[in-house]
């Protein structure tokens, strides 16, 4: 059996300095709004069709932030998976409140920026971009957590 690949789009709301959180029932991590593209689907479509089926609003996406390479392990079983994220927008949403799930495994709440390692936003690269853009930086994102082809103690 081939090892799972995720394909993924991802969104961020930011509303007073916090940003928008999920997390499942039972599981220690939380990650970013959104979920997998299916085959032949936009990561933009598929974000905003996500974003309804999780949160039943309807969201704007506003610009992609770039990309995040991550793998991990469950069961003994290496997952690899790609984040597309983009940022995302809804008038609707108010930080006074953390917003009810559409979906009875996922719970969503706000989230300050110096808190995200405490609460272990995945893939773990997130902490310092979303840290780094609501200060101003505008970089694209592209972070891996996959090693790199290349052994960098070896280069001249």
């Known amino acids: 059996m081939p090892n799972p690949f995720h394909h993924l789009a991802r ?13 499942a029932t039972g599981y220690p ?6 979920g997998h593209i299916e085959f032949g689907e936009s990561a933009k479509d598929a974000l905003i ?13 506003v610009s992609l932030l770039g990309l995040v390479e991550h793998k991990w392990e469950k069961k003994g079983i290496l997952n ?16 006074s409140f953390n917003p009810k799930s559409s979906e009875s495994h996922l719970n969503f709440f ?12 995945q ?3 997130f902490r310092n971009l979303i840290k780094n853009y ?10 891996s957590t ?9 280069r001249s």
């Open 11 to 23: 969104g961020i709301f930011i509303k007073d300095n916090k940003v928008l959180l999920a997390q």
């Open 123 to 125: 893939p773990y690269p």
């Open 80 to 95: 690899c998976e790609i984040n597309q994220v983009f940022e995302v927008t809804n008038d609707e949403l108010t930080t």
């Open 146 to 154: 996959l090693n790199s082809a290349i052994d960098d103690t070896n």
């Open 29 to 34: 991590n939380t990650f970013l709004p959104g």
């Open 134 to 143: 609501l200060n101003g930086n505008k970089d694209i994102w592209w972070e």
């Open 49 to 61: 069709r996500e974003i309804e089926e999780e949160l039943g609003i309807t969201c704007t996406v």
């Open 110 to 121: 706000w989230c300050n920026a110096n808190d995200l390692d405490t609460i272990n936003l």
